[in-house]
């Protein structure tokens, strides 16, 4: 993305201002952050968005704007550190969402670069050093050569087909494998790329590029939850945390209530055990990260609920590396669908186009008749199919059936987010929490706090950008302490199932905005899964604790302050966009499954209450959110859907 000389000034200034290097660490400027960040946001398909940031900094350094944070009449890039700082904390705690949600996105951006890019030259990030941070593992030398020989069709082809996929994570990819065991001629499309073994090198700046949406830098309009999901071949499933639980029973009975009594019968229960075979979930690969062993100690020291996880792997390592699986298993243990469905849907002849994107479905006589579909390139190319599959990630899956025309108003609604946050724990003891086992262990203690809905406690592999992430920026040198203090910092999630929803519209250019904002019903679970984590950590012996939070909320047990009015000052700091730091790693609910096109978009079996022969096989049929991991009950629904969609086409 281009900036004007006066403009890429203030966003250089921003960026030396979040990080002005001192102890070791480099400046901003040194590390050329503020090309990395507009390098990040090129890779924001919305033009209006990035004119808004041009538009930004086209006035930031403007006396009148600087004036207005409060740094009197004077330049921003004129004025020392700890005013320029001043200015920047006026935007962070502004009364307007607008102004925290462009610092938010400030802060991230330049901060995200700032630990994750290489140094110059490609040499390691000098602040990795300065922060104890022990950087990428680098290529595997022995890695297999790769099984899958996908298709990179040209623009003004035309393929015939079946079925059209549409999507290959976690609904696609199994999808795909049941059709074409079924002898149809499947064809999926993938807008990513594939990437196997031999090319996860554990780098944070490349894998966010390769392997995320958007780079890893999407979030709801309001930047209120940032949000993760895969776009490689194989979807979220290439980046996921292996974490394997089934549709809990509450959840399948409130699922059917809404009119797919299928949830409670054998014919889901068939598809759940086809998924955890085929992906082979076992207990057997549960050993606890350093991260893990403190929020074990804390739960058994409080005797709160702690069990092992189950997991999608086979041969899993468990040991160092095993930090880095969010951008890739290097060892080929995590058990994906490019490891598992869709090889399966090779073997039976699938054909697999990565780099392709579905722009829209086509119809005639209200039926669908294939897929209009776009190169890398952005050349037009034609998919004719009897039967469409989509299965984009509930966000790519609203866009695609509202691009295409499908006008049914529950399309896009019904929004959950799982939205998480993060309360920190500093330990005397080193966790280097970028190390060992994804999430081997969880609690369900809070799982129940209303009618079934609450939370979750898990960890997840820590490196500087999610600490960057989640982490507040009170002044530079508070964050680089913060960071300075990684090495010792265990974390522990909090993981919502949230009652209430949000929505998927499309702008004008036809790419998905999300709209997205914390209950005050769901807020209350949340505040109450921090309390629970700030409990565990204290009971683990954390020497310092602190919040997520935008504003630095913290104590020290039996030194400062106490957990009560830790609490009353997270309280203070507030649950609002820009307030508390939340991600979603779960998308899910935008063109859900039940009895009625008046309350669902799709019917039992999935299809489309407005088109059809289109079959919705993601996490966008999900009737209410699932309060576990998704990915087992994606995966079974999107084998129950696809078995039913094959019988209809034999018939
Ligand atoms: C970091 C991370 C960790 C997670 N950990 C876990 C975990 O441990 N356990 C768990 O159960 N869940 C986990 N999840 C969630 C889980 O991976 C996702 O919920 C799941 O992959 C979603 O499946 P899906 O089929 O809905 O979409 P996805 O898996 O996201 O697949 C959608 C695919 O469609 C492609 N696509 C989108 N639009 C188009 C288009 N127009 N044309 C062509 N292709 C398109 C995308 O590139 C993508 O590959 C995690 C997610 C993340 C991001
Ligand atoms: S935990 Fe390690 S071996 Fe296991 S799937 Fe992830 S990176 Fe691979």
């Known amino acids: 993305m281009d900036l004007t000389p006066k403009q890429r000034k203030a966003l250089a200034a921003i960026c030396d201002t979040f990080a002005p290097g001192d102890d070791g660490l480099p400046s901003a400027s040194e590390l050329g952050v503020a090309d990395h960040v507009l390098d990040g946001l090129a890779l924001n398909p919305r033009e209006a ?63 995200l670069m700032y630990y994750t890019a290489p140094g110059r030259n490609g040499d390691p990030n000098p602040a990795w050093d300065a922060i104890g941070y022990s950087g990428p593992l680098g290529p595997r030398p022995d890695a297999p050569p790769k099984e899958l020989q996908p298709i990179e069709p040209r623009g003004g082809e035309t393929l015939e087909c079946d079925v059209c996929v549409v999507g290959s994570g976690a609904g696609g990819g199994t999808a795909a494998a049941v059709l074409a065991a079924a002898g149809l001629d499947v064809l999926v499309l993938e807008s990513g790329g594939y990437y196997d073994d031999g090319d996860f090198d554990g780098a944070e700046l490349s894998g966010y590029r390769r392997l995320y949406m958007n780079g890893g830098g999407s979030a709801s309009h309001d930047q209120s939850v940032g949000l993760l999901a895969g776009t490689a071949l ?36 068939r598809s759940l055990e086809a998924v955890v075979d085929r992906l082979g979930v076992s207990h057997e690969y549960s050993r606890p990260s350093a991260r ?50 869709l090889r399966d849907a090779s073997k039976a002849g699938a054909r697999i186009a990565v780099r392709t994107r579905a722009v829209r479905i086509t119809a005639e006589g209200g039926r669908a008749t294939g897929v209009e579909a776009e190169t890398s390139d952005g050349e037009a190319l034609t998919v004719r199919a009897r039967a469409v599959v989509v299965a984009c990630g509930a966000i790519g899956t609203a866009a695609l059936l509202k691009r295409s025309g499908l006008a049914n108003p529950n399309i896009g609604r019904h929004l959950r987010l799982h939205p998480a946050t993060v309360a920190w724990g500093v330990m005397d003891e080193e966790v280097r929490p970028w190390q060992g086992t994804l999430q081997a262990i969880y609690s369900d203690e809070y799982r129940d706090l209303d009618r079934g809905y609450g939370l979750k406690f898990e960890t997840a592999p820590v490196h500087p950008s999610l600490l960057v992430a989640f982490g507040p920026w009170r ?60 409990q565990i950590l204290e009971a683990a012996g954390a020497r310092r604790i602190f919040s997520s939070h935008s504003r630095w909320v913290a104590y020290e047990p039996g030194r400062s302050a106490d957990r009560e009015r830790f609490m009353s000052e997270a309280d203070a700091a507030g649950y609002g966009p820009g307030q508390c730091t939340m991600f979603s790693f779960h998308i899910m609910g935008t063109a859900r499954m039940g009895g009625s096109p008046a309350t669902s978009a799709c019917d039992p079996d999935g299809q489309t209450w407005d088109l059809a022969g289109v079959t919705v096989c993601d996490a966008s049929t999900f009737p209410t959110a699932s309060g576990v991991n998704p990915m087992i009950s994606i995966e079974a629904i999107a084998h129950m859907n696809a078995t039913r969609l094959a019988a209809r086409l034999a018939s």
Not at 309 to 328: A, H, I, K, S, T
Not at 480 to 497: E, F, K, Q, W
Not at 509 to 518: E, K, M, Q, S, T
């Open 49 to 111: 968005e990035r004119k808004q940031v041009a538009q930004l900094m086209s006035l930031w350094d403007t006396a009148l704007l600087t004036a207005l944070g409060r740094g009197g009449f004077k330049r921003f890039s004129s004025l020392p550190q700890a005013e320029r700082e001043r200015v920047l904390l006026s935007w962070c705690d502004s009364r307007l969402p607008q102004r925290r949600a462009a610092f938010q996105a400030l802060r991230k951006g330049a901060l």
């Open 475 to 534: 002044s530079a040198s508070q964050h680089a302490d913060m960071m300075r203090a990684l090495a010792h910092t265990a974390p522990i999630g909090v993981l919502l199932r949230d009652r209430d929803s949000g929505e998927v519209r499309v702008g004008r250019d036809g790419h998905p905005v999300v709209r997205y904002r914390l209950s005050e019903y769901d807020a209350a679970h949340m505040r109450k899964g921090l309390d629970g984590a700030a």
């Open 292 to 341: 893990d062993e403190v929020m074990q100690r804390g739960l058994t020291e409080l005797g709160w609920h702690v069990d092992r996880m189950p997991r999608n792997v086979r041969g899993c390592d468990q040991g160092e590396v095993c930090g880095y699986c969010g951008f890739g298993c290097r060892l080929g243990a995590k058990q994906s669908t490019v490891k598992t469905w």
């Open 234 to 269: 194989g979807g979220g499933t290439v980046v996921n945390y292996t974490t394997s639980f089934r549709t809990p029973e509450d959840v399948r009975q409130e699922w059917a209530s809404h009119g797919v009594e299928a949830f409670v019968g054998d014919e889901y229960e």
